[in-house]
Every structure is written in C-alpha cells, then in structure tokens.
C-alpha cells in the first residue's frame, strides 16, 4: 500500500532563510507531485517529477526527485513572504488513471 | 486556461439530506476524482471515473456515491448526511495521457 509522509508538518521560516521540506512514500511509484494551498482556496499545481533525479525549478522553489531512496524534496531559497501557504506532496500510483495519494501537507509561515 | 468548477463555495444541510456536490470541466478531462480534505489529514480519494457511467472507489467512498452520466460532469451524491461527513471537498480532472490534475476551488460543506 503506497503511503506517503512530509516533514516537516509545521514551518516557522524568516525572510531570507532557505529550507528544505521532505516528502517519503513507501513503494514505487512513477510520478511525484508538489501542489501549494492558499488558506481557503484550492491546489495549484507546482510540479511534477517523474523520472530519477530528475529537478525542476520555478523561482525561489526547486523540486528533486530520488526514485530510489523514494524521497523528494521541496527546497525553498531565500525566503519571501508570499511563500507563505500550505505545501503538498502525492505520489502517483494506478498507472493510467492518475490516481494519488497525499501527504498531509506542510504549512509554511514566512515571517519578515 | 484549465477550468474545473464546483456548483457551491459554502453548503450548510441537515443530518439525514441526500445532499448533490457537482463538478464541471472544460477541458475534455476523461478521468474525474472527488477528494475530501480535512485538517492533518491531507487529501484523501472518495471516487474517482475514467469515463463515462464508470466509477471506481477510492480510499474512503463509505456513505458517498458517485455519477457521471456526462464527460463533463460529475458528481458526489451524500445518500443520507452525517456529520463525520463535515468536510472541505475538492474535485479534479486529469485528461487521459497527461500527469496532471487540475483543482475546483472546493466546497465547504458543514452538516448540522
């Protein structure tokens, strides 16, 4: 059973500082998701990885996958206070139906 | 620009109502899902649909059941509301082939 777990749950981070948010899941799985949560709103898609090793980046976020230590990690540089949210991880499983599972979340305050 | 909507933002209703969540896409998504999110817990898969008139069961469909009788359209049916079933729900579409999900802004569904 594919399980998935973040830490940490809760982050006090002040501006300017960097810092790195780890998502485990237990078995394989081909795709790993990373999604941001506004208070009250929706998920909005950050990225998605799907193959070992591989990055990607979009402005002060960079995601990294480990397919074989089953990790990834959401690392933040220099934070802002926009960055303040909540931060989800999921992994993929089911193949062609796309389904995931999620962690429950980290809940990133960025503070001046 | 993708677009899944949800028919209601905020909905109060009575232990014991059938209660009708629906959810619109427009983006030719074959694979629907409706998520419940409550807090500490992450987001965790009620239904979800590949195509039309087909479900499947998530993790948690006790007391939901699910209808798709459009591509565009599906929706989470509450045969008789409990209030364990108080609840932020989220629904998704992901077109056949792509990784990605995309995100309804929810509702936030209170039963008294």
């Known amino acids: 059973e594919l399980k998935v777990e973040q830490n940490p749950l809760f982050l006090s981070m002040q501006e300017g500082k960097n810092y790195t948010i780890y998502c485990n899941y237990s078995t394989t799985s081909d795709r790993l998701y990373w999604y941001r949560q506004d208070p009250g709103k929706s998920l909005e898609s950050l990225f998605v990885?799907?193959?070992?090793?591989a990055v990607k980046q979009e402005g002060r976020l960079m995601a990294s996958l480990d397919t074989k230590a089953r990790l990834s990690t959401l690392h933040i540089t220099a934070a802002v206070h926009d960055l303040s949210a909540t931060y989800f991880c999921?992994?993929?499983?089911?193949?062609?139906?796309?389904?995931?599972?999620f962690g429950k979340g980290t809940k990133l305050s960025v503070k001046p | 620009d993708v677009k899944v909507t949800q028919s209601s933002r905020y909905l109060v209703k009575r232990t014991g109502e059938k209660v009708f969540l629906e959810c619109v896409q427009d983006?030719?998504?074959?694979?629907m899902f409706w998520y419940r999110q409550d807090p500490g817990l992450g987001l965790r898969l009620i239904y979800f649909s590949y195509d039309v008139k087909m479900k499947e069961k998530g993790d948690i469909p006790e007391g939901y059941s699910v209808s798709r009788e459009k591509k565009e359209r599906f929706s989470l049916i509450l045969e008789s509301a409990s209030t364990n079933q108080t609840s932020m729900y989220l629904c998704a579409g992901r077109r056949g082939g792509s990784y990605e999900q995309y995100f309804g802004p929810g509702t936030r569904l209170t039963v008294t």
């Open positions: 990885l799907l193959s070992n090793g």
């Open positions: 999921a992994a993929g499983y089911g193949g062609s139906q796309g389904n995931l599972i």
């Open positions: 983006m030719d998504h074959e694979n």
